[in-house]
């Protein structure tokens, strides 16, 4: 992990959580791990409370991730979605795509 990209802790098999920065500067170099926490089609729970910011390469992330697990035959489930998250959901009509 480089320095400054976000921490993904695996709970258990089907939980995970993320913490730290996922902005602009994280998002290109933290899109593949979401391997980190997919369970070979078992859908996942991921805690986002832990994000210090978000914005829209944060939405970016987790609609790849949501739609990289989805063809994997499992769901991506967010949990403590901080509220500027929902809010740029909101407004891009994302709130279905992630469940939010």
Request: avoid cysteine.
């Given at each position: 992990?480089a320095?400054?990209?976000?921490?993904?802790?695996?709970?258990?098999?089907?939980?995970?959580?993320?913490?730290?920065?996922?902005?602009?500067?994280e998002?290109?170099?933290?899109?593949?791990?979401?391997?980190e926490?997919?369970?070979?089609?078992d859908?996942?729970?991921?805690?986002?409370?832990?994000?210090?910011?978000?914005?829209?390469?944060?939405?970016?992330?987790l609609?790849?991730?949501?739609?990289?697990?989805r063809?994997?035959g499992?769901?991506?489930?967010?949990?403590?979605?901080?509220?500027?998250?929902?809010?740029?959901?909101h407004?891009?009509?994302?709130?279905?795509?992630l469940?939010l």
């Amino acid at each position: 992990m480089a320095m400054g990209e976000p921490r993904i802790e695996r709970i258990d098999a089907r939980r995970a959580r993320i913490a730290g920065r996922l902005g602009f500067h994280e998002a290109a170099a933290v899109a593949a791990r979401w391997r980190e926490f997919a369970t070979g089609g078992d859908d996942v729970e991921l805690d986002i409370s832990g994000l210090q910011q978000v914005d829209s390469a944060t939405l970016a992330v987790l609609l790849d991730w949501t739609a990289r697990l989805r063809r994997a035959g499992a769901r991506l489930h967010l949990a403590g979605a901080p509220a500027g998250l929902v809010a740029l959901a909101h407004l891009s009509d994302t709130e279905a795509l992630l469940g939010l």
